[in-house]
């Protein structure tokens, strides 16, 4: 009886063991603070909050502001790389070129808010991200017009967005972009882009996925059921998982 009872154990842990094989690991995502000049207060809400949006979607959240991360052998393993209010230059020329060989192995790229004050110098992350940080006045409510409902990051959003952030003017636009949400700049003071403001966009570049949302200034939106679930629809489709 001890035999059988003991045989019976080890064959389950057997199956156990050989399911556990065969299980696929959490896709992970690389979210990247770095700062080299401007620092967001918001920034360790903005962190937890993405651990808990991965935990939600079933992703495993790595959450860094090391830059050493940035080789083609570590990016790999990672679905998208997520700039979480990055500022200045981050990273260095062998940084950079992984970071372009990632893309061009069809990683996703999202950028958060002051991921357009970043890296200046670097012409292909301009094309990446989509456009530079120009200005912004302070920070105020406006009306946003969401122009694409049809995607990820919008589809929850009604035809218009009230809310309060700092607002961005942009510039080195990038021509083409596939924009999801503009600005009405007659609803508050300080805009500088004209009727066609945008504040979300995305595209396919140069063979993997871009998405970028200037929302993200203050610590309340880290709260925002709506803002969260517009920052994880754009990762969605960054990493392919939507269409």
């Not at 061009?104 to 292909?124: L, M, N, V």
């Not at 017009?145 to 009604?158: E, K, W, Y």
């Not at 700049?185 to 995305?202: I, L």
Request: proline content about 4%; overall charge positive; glycine content about 10%.
């Amino acid at each position: 009886m001890r035999k059988n009872k003991l045989w019976l154990l080890l064959a389950g842990a057997g199956c156990i063991m050989a399911a556990s094989a065969f299980m696929k690991p959490k896709p992970r995502l690389l979210v990247f603070s770095k700062t080299m000049g401007f620092r967001h207060d918001c920034i360790p809400d903005a962190k937890l909050a993405m651990i808990k949006l991965g935990a939600e979607h079933g992703f495993t959240v790595d959450t860094t502001e090391d830059a050493s991360v940035f080789t083609p052998g570590n990016l790999k393993q990672y679905k998208a790389i997520v700039f979480l209010n990055t500022t200045g230059n981050v990273l260095d020329d062998a940084q950079q070129a992984a970071m372009e060989g990632y893309i061009r192995k069809g990683g996703g790229y999202a950028g958060i808010h002051a991921a357009t004050d970043t890296e200046y110098d670097w012409p292909w992350y301009n094309q990446l991200v989509g456009a530079y940080f120009l200005s912004h006045p302070h920070q105020q409510t406006a009306t946003l017009q969401v122009v694409d409902r049809s995607h990820p990051a919008t589809r929850h959003l009604d035809a218009t967005w009230v809310r309060k952030d700092e607002w961005y003017n942009f510039k080195s636009m990038v021509p083409g972009l596939n924009v999801l949400i503009k600005i009405d700049e007659q609803s508050y003071k300080g805009g500088k882009n004209g009727a066609d403001h945008p504040m979300s966009w995305y595209r396919a570049f140069d063979g993997g996925r871009s998405f970028y949302t200037e929302l993200g200034h203050t610590k309340e939106s880290y709260r925002e059921e709506a803002f969260l679930r517009h920052v994880w629809g754009g990762i969605e489709y960054v990493t392919g998982k939507r269409k």
